[in-house]
């Protein structure tokens, strides 16, 4: 169990250091496209094989990540990359010593629970209409 809560932690940290690579002056505008293209594909309700289908569900999200972080890795300088990870540290220390405000856990709340109901929602439509 300890190796998936390190695994998590690892992805959460790569999408940090791409976001900042994202956000890089330096990083062209290919790299910048890959970045939103695969974070649009993840977070879209819409999808090639529906999230609600057990295990395959999911295994499109796992590839389509995988191959935007191989292309990412190697479309950004390594320099950029390293400035990158460093910034992303900093972010964490940073969180981990400010103090979550009750507005903030209610608002994340709110958004996750919308964006939970639209893709559930989407879900339904896209298996009934393969139903008919």
């Known amino acids: 169990m300890m190796n998936w809560t390190?695994?998590?932690?690892?992805?959460k940290k790569d999408a940090q250091v791409f976001y900042f690579a994202?956000?890089?002056p330096r990083v062209g505008w290919p790299a910048k496209l890959v970045a939103v293209c695969t974070s649009g594909y993840l977070f879209s309700p819409i999808q090639l094989?529906?999230?609600f289908i057990p295990v395959i569900g999911f295994l499109d999200?796992?590839?389509v990540l995988f191959l935007g972080v191989l292309v990412l890795r190697r479309m950004v300088p390594p320099d950029v990359l390293a400035e990158c990870r460093e910034r992303a540290e900093a972010a964490e220390m940073s969180r981990r010593d400010e103090?979550?405000?009750?507005?903030?856990?209610?608002?994340?709340?709110?958004?996750a629970t919308l964006w939970l109901v639209a893709a559930v929602f989407s879900?339904?439509?896209v298996a009934n209409y393969l139903a008919r």
């Open 61 to 63: 999200d796992f590839v």
């Open 123 to 125: 879900s339904a439509l």
């Open 6 to 11: 390190r695994q998590a932690q690892r992805v």
């Open 49 to 51: 094989i529906p999230s």
């Open 99 to 111: 103090v979550r405000s009750p507005a903030a856990v209610v608002a994340f709340v709110a958004v």
């Open 22 to 24: 994202f956000r890089h």
